[in-house]
């Protein structure tokens, strides 16, 4: 009996999945560079033409794997957008990230070695630097909701704490406090610094004049 269309499309579906979740982990585990598509096929227990039908070349793989892992994070983001108060959004953010690496180390180990890695990068550049800025933009948005002063370059500086966190958690996820510190952040950006406590550039600026 001939098989159905729609099962025909869950088998394909499966196939495409496993290739991938087969490629992250040895991309993973030994390096984008260093696993070839052969070990990638005998791990997925495939066929080299089976590959090729879905992902023509290992690039296209790596942007493949790189899609599906987006759409985490953007999962994180809509449960953020349900919170109800600007504040509580920006901690459900913080821990979802926590909560994120922590399911998904593979893929930010993969994610971190690919930083020095050209040909790669240089594959994924629109898509990586689309996503880079959509996550800036969710922390500005919230910031600014929230009544923090100058929002967006509080977005970069906490994007930076934020990434920094995760990286050095991939590096040592067995004693790396994330969860103590993601804490901390969530109680430095409970509530935006009073006046008497933000910057004074104005000040600041004359100073310096005056020192020259």
Known sequence: MPRSAALNRELRAASRGRII?????????RGYAATPVDAIVSAAGIS??????YFPSKLD????????????????????DAAATPSVRLAALLRGAAAIV????????????????????AA?????????????????????????????REALLLFAQIDGL?????????????DALVARLVDRYASP????RRPRRAARRSDSRRQT
Not at 48 to 53: C, K, Q, R, T
Not at 166 to 178: A, G, K, M, S, T
Request: a neutral charge.
């Open 21 to 29: 979740e087969t490629a992250l982990r040895l991309f993973a585990e």
């Open 102 to 121: 922590r399911e998904h180390r593979d893929f930010w180990t993969l994610s971190y070695g690919l930083r020095m890695q050209r040909e790669a990068m």
């Open 124 to 152: 994924l550049g629109p898509s990586l630097a689309e996503w880079t800025a959509e996550i800036h933009r969710t922390l500005e948005r919230y910031l600014r909701q929230a009544g923090w002063p100058d929002a967006r």
């Open 48 to 53: 080299p033409g089976l590959l090729y039908h």
């Open 61 to 80: 793989l790596l942007r493949a794997v790189f899609a599906a892992s987006m759409t985490d994070v953007r999962a994180s983001f809509a449960a953020a």
């Open 166 to 178: 995760c990286q050095h958690y991939v590096l040592d996820p067995e004693r790396y406090p994330i």
């Open 193 to 196: 610094p009073s006046p008497s």
